[in-house]
């Protein structure tokens, strides 16, 4: 697979990233779980994206289990973790909510490595904006675990632009990356200044459900409400036209055409489907010409350009 440097960092990543939230601890799925970690490893990913809330931390320990059990695996790949949603009733009889406060950011941070059961995660991001964040203290979290050798690079997932230049104002290292929903039914990245502010800075936008919660490829079986939403009967032809020609899935070339960004766009693929993470990682084979990529984008905003 292709690789990429993210953003200003020494990171060299695959061109197509692992999303590990779907990873399931119970135990009828847990060796599945497994399985998909050790293909896309296999089929050529080199970053896998984690949070401390997927799976309630079981998605972490699962693959810190993989990495004990594949040798080499740990020197060969990147471990990227979020942390700063807090679901309701944790603590008990608290809402659902985010907190970025600096002892939360190191305290996620430091159950996160034992989960995963390593020493340093290489991608640390804040994982949605917090009203209630003050930049000087989360700069200071990223100093303490940078300096304890806890943290390689830091960024942002989710947050609006204006919110990621005030945190990166007080931060002494660069913000490396962005991760954000990108897709052929999610182009609000486009146009509210997201992958401007990304080529600008120089940070890697990361495309979070990148194939629209399935729906732009074999279909959707978890979705998130507002996803429900989405309209893809238009982009759905063409795909499988531009899919046809080049032999590969209609999911590689929706993939693809976030590829062709200039802005660096690396997509997470989150399926636990051996086959569907071999045959999304042909999207790093395809090249859509600009008149392709226009089509698509004009299918998918349904309506023509201005």
Not at 63 to 74: A, H, I, Q, T, W
Not at 139 to 164: D, W, Y
Not at 174 to 184: G, M
């Amino acid at each position: 697979m292709q690789t990429i440097t993210l953003g200003t960092s020494s990171l060299l990543a695959g061109r197509l990233a692992y999303g590990c939230w779907r990873l399931n601890g119970a135990p009828e799925h847990r060796a599945a779980s497994k399985q998909a970690v050790a293909a896309a490893f296999e089929a050529g990913y080199t970053l896998f994206d984690h949070a401390d809330i997927y799976g309630g931390g079981e998605a972490e320990k699962i693959f810190g289990e993989v990495l004990r059990e594949v040798s080499g695996m740990r020197e060969g790949v990147l471990i990227v973790t979020k942390a700063g949603v807090r679901r309701a009733d944790d603590p008990p009889g608290s809402p659902y909510h985010f907190n970025l406060s600096g002892e939360y950011i190191v305290r996620s941070c430091e159950s996160s490595l034992q989960r995963l059961g390593v020493e340093t995660i290489d991608l640390f991001l804040l994982h949605r904006a917090d009203w209630l964040a003050d930049p000087a203290e989360i700069a200071g979290s990223f100093t303490k675990l940078k300096q304890s050798g806890k943290v390689r690079f830091f960024g942002v997932s989710n947050f609006r632009p204006t919110h990621v230049s005030a945190i990166q104002s007080a931060c002494p290292t660069p913000l490396v990356a962005h991760q954000v929903e990108i897709s052929l039914a999610r182009l609000a990245a486009f146009d509210d200044g997201t992958l401007d502010q990304c080529q600008t800075a120089k940070m890697t936008p990361m495309a979070w459900s990148p194939l629209g919660g399935g729906q732009l490829a074999d279909g959707a079986k978890r979705l998130l409400k507002y996803q429900e939403g989405y309209r893809t009967e238009g982009v759905l032809p063409l795909l499988d036209e531009y899919a046809k020609q080049r032999g590969v899935t209609r999911s590689a070339v929706a993939l693809a055409w976030l590829l062709k960004h200039p802005s660096g766009i690396m997509p997470i693929v989150g399926s636990t489907n051996p086959r569907r993470i071999r045959e999304a990682a042909r999207a790093a084979e395809i090249s859509l010409s600009r008149e392709e990529w226009y089509r698509l984008f004009t299918a998918a905003r349904g309506e023509p350009l201005p």
